[in-house]
């Protein structure tokens, strides 16, 4: 067998391991402590995907993000595509932005910066994302869901990513060693180019940065 072609199938059997895993972390792990708010789940399966945005880079993250959302959506979740394409956005931006950041500065600086970069994107991107979608999946009027803005859902997202990033930063190394030398994963030993990296960052700042934000202007001018 070609070496490229059994490191992509090596590659993608891990993905999938990994995939499961936080699957798996999804839909026995939960914790609710916004009271009154029981819809706010937190689960640490984001922690198993920005490790695998360490090992194979952003692009790993979409497809994990997608399989994992789309699992939850048919089992756990009762927000239907809504709820999948939130939890799908969620996890992306938070995973991506870590690890395009450390796939060009791999370091635990790098590591750092980046996960420090995903809790406060996905911070900022879920606020606006809740404007938007919770008072059409949730049946809310807008005017109510303003206040749980700095109240619930701001406070939720710095605990969760916060602590997903923080547990992440501790396991991470450690873990990536132990299955390294089990040969159960191999990390790429290229990091993409700076054309790779711009094109990979225009993508997912559209997607999770200007998408929300065009969203915002029409709901601001009342067209949705």
């Known amino acids: 067998m070609n070496p490229e072609k059994r490191i ?7 993905m999938a391991m990994l995939s499961a895993i936080a699957c798996v972390l999804m839909l026995t792990v939960q914790f609710r402590y916004m009271p009154g708010n029981e819809f706010l789940v937190h689960d640490p399966k984001d922690i198993v995907i920005v490790i695998g945005g360490f090992l194979y880079g952003p ?4 497809a994990m993000s997608i399989i994992v959302a789309f699992v939850e959506m048919v089992t756990i979740s009762l927000d239907g595509w809504v709820g999948f394409a939130m ?6 931006a938070f995973a991506c932005p870590a690890a395009l950041i450390y796939k ?8 750092t910066i980046g996960l420090v970069a995903g809790w406060l994107f996905v911070t900022a991107i ?5 404007y938007i979608i919770t008072p059409v999946y949730r049946g ?3 005017e109510v869901v303003v206040p749980l803005l700095a109240t619930v859902f701001l406070p939720f997202n710095l605990i969760k990513y916060g602590i997903g990033a923080a547990v992440a930063m501790l396991i991470y190394k450690p873990l990536s060693i132990a299955l390294k030398k089990l040969k ?8 993409p180019s700076l054309k790779q990296n711009i094109v990979i960052g225009v993508v997912l700042s559209v997607c999770f940065a200007a998408i ?4 915002l202007i029409l709901v601001l001018r009342g067209v949705i």
């Open 212 to 215: 929300p934000c065009v969203l």
């Open 140 to 142: 809310f009027p807008r």
């Open 87 to 92: 939890n799908f956005i969620s996890s992306c």
């Open 59 to 62: 692009l790993a993250v979409v």
């Open 104 to 111: 060009r500065y791999r370091s635990r600086a790098g590591a």
């Open 184 to 191: 159960i994963i191999e990390e790429a030993d290229t990091k």
């Open 8 to 14: 992509n199938v090596k590659t993608m059997v891990a």
């Open 126 to 130: 879920m606020l606006m994302w809740n």
